[in-house]
């Protein structure tokens, strides 16, 4: 702009004209290319030959909720599928504070002295809420995280707890497929979640802590009766000795329990993730594991009945959403939800009313 001063009124008066100022927002920003979405036979590819990139991208596209997204991410499963399941899939789950973090990064450090890779994949149904994953965070896993054969993946965090265990599902898929012989799903032992990692891994393993005077009320009954392995963590320095009472608290509380689908008897064992001890002693457990249910049929059992039970699962996912975002369900829905909360109707007939609608159009 001609600085005013340099009219004829100012007479005498010169302003020189200044540099002009760059913008505000850095051009070159947003002139940045928009990436290439890559084809399927093009990530599948890249899959197979266990490029990294191309895995953390065709892992993305299972967690995109946009259409277009899915379903090259369904076709990019689809021809995984048969490079998948050679692996071995360990469930991990403690209450937080539990040590997962510090236990998955010397576990993961342990299975990989022998070569292979590993995938660190997370089932966190709060990261929803909390808008960000806590679990499978690669800060939590100092050494694993800069290991060039470890793949840190944090929770999935839209959707619903079927919606994030199914993406953490199909990412094992992904994962094997790339060669990952070693998968580890983490989860916190607090809720339902553990069903769900429970119905996906081969082996599930319980992280304990001992000396809370209440090992045994801390944890849901249910989830030690899904434990193949329950693992007491913090043995060391003073806390041996409650570790080792805990451990026998345990040992007598499974002897409750109905044996298990496997026939395989859930050991407990004492071990220090922080000061690495006892580590090797939980790896046997799990090669032996490992050895008993392939020779008595039981793995190859599972693995399918886990694959039908993710087709039940993704079958219900997909009515539930189909249902819920039909715009004229979901008008229907707020009033007959405002109807029950003031009496007005019975839960039943509301809900057959908008069943009704949804299922007049079919
Ligand atoms: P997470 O919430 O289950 O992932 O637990 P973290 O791995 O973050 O561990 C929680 C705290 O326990 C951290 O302060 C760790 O340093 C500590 N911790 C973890 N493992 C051990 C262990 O074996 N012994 C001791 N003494 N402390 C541990």
């Known amino acids: 702009m001609e600085h005013p001063e340099n009219q004829e009124e100012y007479k005498g008066l010169n302003v020189n004209s200044g540099v002009s100022q760059p913008p505000v927002v850095n051009p070159y920003m947003t002139r940045r290319k928009k990436r290439r979405m890559p084809g399927v036979d093009e990530i599948v590819s890249g899959i197979l030959a266990g490029d990294i990139t191309m ?11 946009a259409p277009e997204h899915q379903s090259v991410a369904q076709e990019v499963i689809e021809k995984c599928l048969p490079h998948s399941g050679n692996s071995r899939r360990i469930g991990i789950t403690g209450v937080p504070g539990a040590g997962k973090s510090t236990s998955i ?37 100092e050494r694993l995280a800069v290991h ?24 094992i898929v992904l994962c094997e497929a790339a ?17 769900a990692v429970h119905s996906m891994v081969d082996f599930f393993l319980l992280l304990q802590l001992a000396g809370t005077g209440d090992e045994l009320q801390g944890i849901k009954r ?11 963590n913090k043995a060391d320095g003073d806390n041996i000795h409650r570790a080792q ?82 715009p004229e369900v979901a008008a229907l829905l707020e009033q007959k939800e405002k109807r029950v909360l003031a009496n007005l109707q019975s839960s039943f007939t509301a809900a057959r009313d908008v069943l009704d609608l949804y299922f007049s159009h079919r």
């Not at 895995?55 to 909720?65: C, D, F, N």
């Not at 966190?124 to 909390?130: A, F, K, L």
């Not at 060669?179 to 069903?195: A, K, L, R």
């Open 55 to 65: 895995l953390s991208r065709a892992v993305t596209l299972v967690e995109s909720v």
């Open 105 to 141: 990064d010397i576990f993961g450090l342990h299975v990989l002295k022998d070569g292979g890779k590993l995938a660190v994949l997370a089932i966190d149904p709060s990261s929803e809420r909390t808008k960000g994953s806590i679990l499978g965070d690669k800060t939590r896993m």
């Open 148 to 171: 060039p054969n470890a793949f840190i993946r944090p929770s999935p965090s839209a959707g619903s707890l079927g919606g994030v265990a199914r993406k953490t599902r199909e990412t």
């Open 179 to 195: 060669g990952f012989n070693n998968i580890f799903v983490e989860t916190v032992g607090v809720g339902q979640s553990e069903t």
């Open 222 to 232: 249910g989830i030690m009766e899904m434990a193949d392995g329950i693992v007491i």
């Open 245 to 326: 009472l805990a451990q026998a608290q345990f040992r007598s509380a499974l002897h409750l329990f109905p044996p298990t689908a496997s026939g395989w008897k859930p050991e407990v064992l004492t071990y220090s993730g922080y000061y690495e001890l006892g580590i090797p002693e939980v790896w046997d457990m799990i090669d032996r594991y490992f050895e008993f249910v392939k020779a008595n049929g039981y793995f190859e059992q599972k693995r399918l009945q886990q694959a039908r039970y993710w087709m039940y699962e993704t079958i219900d996912e997909q009515l539930r959403r189909h249902f819920y975002s039909n």
